[in-house]
């Protein structure tokens, strides 16, 4: 009797949970939105909610979609289906975010192009005005930007912070086949970027203030090509009339930026293509940014194209107050390049100014080059990672830094940091030594002579 009461529970157990089993396979048409099964891939969930007419566009509670998700993970299929089933294309989630503009940044043109067929609309933007053909530049698939401008995306749109383009974007993050598309579809090469003013720091320095204010951007694609050392990005918009010397907010022509960034490569193309070696419009010259950058061969480069060895700096590069950035500093107002290799501890780039006819009695503030060969540092502005000693003339050992690829920034956290001192010492010997010595006085005569 207690037997069969036992297995009688258990029957009704079973049944119950099959019971339950059944309700849920059917739960869709119960209220459960498409989305949720389309976020946790569970397409088979998804093809019965639409059999049994869910709402394909019930929105979760961000405002995302089941095409959203299918398109964010990237499965044409599934996006296929839900578009066929009426699914809306432009459906944008809480933040403005549509299914295309999740396509261009996950760099997808198959499914950039599916949407498109599907009648997405190209030029939908994010309320920041970032269009989804900036995305697709950004992250630089060439056929999902193909696609975009065949769908008639507009290649002049500006997002609203810095009224930055796609040509831009796509400069910035070196994509020169996304630049080459852009370009064929009429993106301008002079458009600029917002001019905005900026409080700098010159903590440390001769500024009797402190803190002052510069103008900031206003950057055009070469700019950012120079900035980013995008040698194959710079020469298509070179070829497409873009203007060598056309220079930022802050006065620094692509020249001046490239020398600054140590893009030697791209500086020397800018040289060749007729950049003026001597434009000092923020205040000095590339040949000063060649100078802070150790960049031997750059400095030649200039000096072959002309560029004047005595060109004198009446401004320094600005500092933001919160990074530590290659700079050249206030103090160094009225520097030649020369006076500032000494300053850098560059030996072999003052020979070869001094050759070029630098003055190797040029001082700033009444201290001379010697003074600032024993006084100087690469502490102010130059900083990097320490390479292994290298064995120079006299046997002297010097320790150059590695700099990174980073333009214009880079850590103050710098593996190495505790050996600068013996080895700024080390370097301050050689470069006075070269200024006392008998070659030095017959380097300075010639200079006397060709000044």
């Not at 059917?26 to 019965?48: F, H, L």
């Not at 150059?400 to 980073?406: A, K, L």
Request: glycine share 10%.
């Amino acid at each position: 009797m207690l037997g069969s009461k036992r297995s009688a529970a258990v029957r009704s157990v079973v049944l119950a949970l099959v019971g339950l089993g059944l309700l849920a396979a059917t739960a869709a048409a119960q209220g459960q939105p498409v989305a949720d099964a389309a976020k946790r891939q569970d397409w088979a969930v998804v093809q019965e909610l639409l059999r049994e007419g869910a709402d394909i566009n019930l929105q979760q509670g961000d405002g995302a979609t089941a095409l959203h998700w299918a398109v964010y993970w990237n499965d044409s299929e599934a996006v296929q289906l839900l578009l066929a089933s009426g699914a809306a294309a432009d459906a944008a989630n809480d933040l403005g975010v549509t299914p295309l503009w999740l396509a261009a940044n996950n760099g997808n043109a198959g499914v950039v192009e599916v949407l498109l067929a599907g009648g997405a609309d190209p030029n939908l933007a994010l309320p920041s005005g970032e269009t989804v053909l900036m995305t697709a530049s950004r992250t630089g698939d060439p056929e999902a930007v193909r696609a975009l401008l065949a769908a008639g995306a507009d290649p002049h749109a500006t997002e609203a912070a810095h009224r930055q383009t796609a040509l831009m974007w796509a400069v910035a993050q070196q994509h020169a086949e996304v630049v080459r598309l852009l370009l064929e579809s009429g993106a301008r090469v002079d458009d600029r970027s917002l001019s905005y003013p900026q409080v700098v720091s010159s903590s440390g320095n001769a500024d009797p203030s402190g803190v002052f204010e510069v103008q900031q951007g206003g950057y055009t694609p070469l700019l950012f090509a120079a900035r980013q050392g995008d040698l194959a990005s710079a020469r298509l918009l070179v070829a497409a009339g873009a203007a060598v010397d056309e220079a930022a907010a802050s006065g620094t022509t692509p020249l001046v930026v490239a020398a600054h960034s140590d893009h030697g490569d791209l500086a020397a193309y800018l040289l060749e293509a007729g950049a003026d070696p001597d434009a000092d419009g923020a205040g000095y010259s590339a040949l000063h940014a060649a100078v802070l950058r150790g960049d031997r061969t750059l400095v030649a480069a200039l000096l072959d194209h002309g560029a004047d060895p005595d060109t004198v700096m009446t401004r320094g590069s600005p500092a933001r107050r919160v990074s530590a950035d290659w700079r050249l500093p206030h103090r160094m107002i009225g520097a030649t390049p020369f006076w500032t290799a000494a300053w850098f501890r560059e030996p072999d780039i003052m020979r070869l100014l001094a050759a070029h006819g630098a003055d190797p009695r040029a001082s700033v503030g009444g201290e001379t080059a010697v003074i600032a060969a024993i006084r100087g540092r690469f502490s102010r502005g130059r900083f990097g990672v320490i390479r292994p000693p290298a064995e120079v003339e006299a046997g002297t050992q010097l320790r150059r830094p590695q700099w990174p690829s980073t333009p214009g920034r880079m850590s103050t956290a710098a593996p190495g940091v505790a050996t600068r001192r013996c080895t700024w010492r080390s370097r301050s010997a050689s470069t006075a030594s070269l200024l006392r010595s008998p070659n030095a006085a017959r380097i300075s005569m010639h200079a006397m002579e060709t000044v």
